[in-house]
């Protein structure tokens, strides 16, 4: 094979998994994400989680206070750092803010989403629970280990009270941010009531078969390396994402100033896409040739009827229970995580797709195919010399599971990943100094490289 065939091998490969990403992926699972996690930085004010982090606060507050912020704050790996380093330096001690700084990432409700989607809800569960349970672990050895030096700070410091006022969340918050959730749960759960199909309906479309044909040629399917095909259905909703995108360019990247006419076109196309999404489409060939004509099946599901009367419900409150700043407010925090992380996500959903094409299976296999402690420490060696932003790190992960890594290295790369690149490493140090970084970076070895082990030993 020439370099000229072996680029366009990896060029199909990597747009092939892009474009099936975008048509499987983004729609009912990372919308939904985005405007949690929009709603969770815009409208639950800060001071309500961070106070419960002061030195002062009972460990029995703190630590599963800060163990929980990473998911009511909605941070990423890219923005645990200077939160990490606001919440040290205003008082929060150091066990409790290196819970935050370690557990954050990993409970990320778009992280945690994508990964149940992406990988498994076994991968996804397990990262919560052992990230919490093991991060608190962390927190409380390096309070331990630093003991003296904390009590000196705290005397330096004064009584310790800047966390003793702190804003509350009202109800209407919590309200609203349960729809959200109940759009992405409707969206992603896989249960009999919202997949089975209420009523059929049949749209001729002599071109339907021959695209479907088409598209199998142009992206083959490949489930024993994870790729999959694109639909019909796929491709609309991929039409339907860029006209989002052109909408919510000149919609939402001025929101905090004042909402515009292309502000209302972006969020209907977003309602109409997460509708249609909603549908059950599948192109049938009418004989056995597609030369013989086609038609597109179109199913009304559970999950339809829930989506719409949700969403219904999310844009009354909007309109009815926020002021129009508030509004703003969530939209701007929603579109700057999406520029934050869209970018990042198709390049590394790009690059995973191509890498299942370059990277041989039987050299996955023989260095993390078995649930080994070796194996396990290999995963989190990784995850510091190969840092990829939050959600980028999932593709990636499903390429190593697609060519035969086991699930507990795997688990051990996604807990070390956010945590241990050289860049966190050394912010770390420039935060906290740089004997109690060494501690914290041994110690995130030896937790990331338990967690894939135990967790590994349950699963095959």
Not at 29 to 35: G, H, N, V
Not at 126 to 137: E, K, M, Q
Not at 365 to 384: D, I, P, R, S
Request: charge should be neutral.
């Amino acid at each position: 094979m020439g370099v000229l065939e072996y680029l366009a091998v990896l060029l199909q490969t990597g747009l092939g998994s892009l474009a099936a990403y975008l048509a499987a992926h983004v729609l009912l699972c990372l919308l939904p994400a985005f405007f949690i996690a929009g709603a969770l930085s815009a409208l639950i004010p800060k001071e309500a989680v961070t106070r419960y982090l002061g030195r002062d606060a009972p460990k029995w507050i703190s630590y599963p206070a800060s163990a929980l912020g990473g998911f009511v704050l909605a941070v990423c790996s890219c923005t645990i750092m200077p939160l990490f380093a606001s919440i040290y330096k205003k008082g929060a001690g150091l066990g409790p803010a290196i819970t935050f700084l370690f557990v954050g990432p990993a409970i990320n409700i778009l992280a945690i989403t994508f990964t149940g989607v992406q990988i498994g809800m076994d991968i996804a569960l397990a990262r919560i629970a052992l990230s919490i349970v093991f991060g608190i672990g962390i927190g409380l050895l390096m309070a331990w280990s630093f003991r003296r030096e904390e009590e000196a700070r705290s005397q330096a410091a004064g009584s310790g009270q800047a966390f003793a006022h702190g804003a509350s969340v009202p109800a209407r918050a919590w309200v609203f941010f349960a729809l959200l959730l109940a759009v992405l749960i409707v969206g992603t759960l896989q249960v009999e009531l919202l997949m089975n199909s209420y009523a059929t309906f049949t749209l001729p479309s002599v071109w339907a078969g021959e695209f479907q044909t088409w598209l199998d040629a142009a992206v083959p399917p490949n489930p024993s390396l994870g790729i999959e095909g694109v639909s019909v259905h796929g491709v609309f909703l991929i039409g339907l994402l860029v006209l989002i995108a052109i909408a919510a360019w000149l919609g939402l990247n001025k929101v905090d100033e004042g909402i515009n006419g292309w502000t209302y076109v972006a969020l209907g196309l977003i309602t109409l896409t997460l509708v249609v999404a909603s549908f059950k489409v599948v192109a049938v060939n009418e004989g056995p040739s597609t030369s013989s004509g086609g038609n597109l099946s179109v199913d009304v599901t559970g999950k339809l009827v829930a989506e719409v009367v949700l969403l219904a419900a999310v844009w009354w409150m909007a309109a009815t229970r926020f002021d129009a700043y508030e509004v703003q407010d969530w939209l701007w925090e929603m579109w700057r995580f999406v520029k934050q992380i869209i970018p990042l996500l198709l390049v590394g959903v790009f690059l995973a797709g191509a890498a299942r094409s370059i990277i041989p299976k039987t050299w996955i296999e023989a260095v993390a195919g078995q649930n080994t402690l070796w194996a396990n420490l290999v995963g989190v060696l990784f995850g510091v010399l190969m840092y990829f932003p939050t959600l980028v790190e999932v593709p990636i992960a499903q390429t190593f599971l697609s060519l035969g890594m086991h699930r507990g290295p795997l688990l051990a790369y996604l807990l070390a990943d956010p945590e241990l690149s050289l860049q966190s490493i050394l912010i770390t140090n420039s935060v906290i100094g740089r004997k109690k970084a060494a501690v914290y970076v041994v110690l995130v070895v030896i937790f990331s490289t338990l967690s894939g082990l135990i967790f590994g030993w349950f699963v095959k």
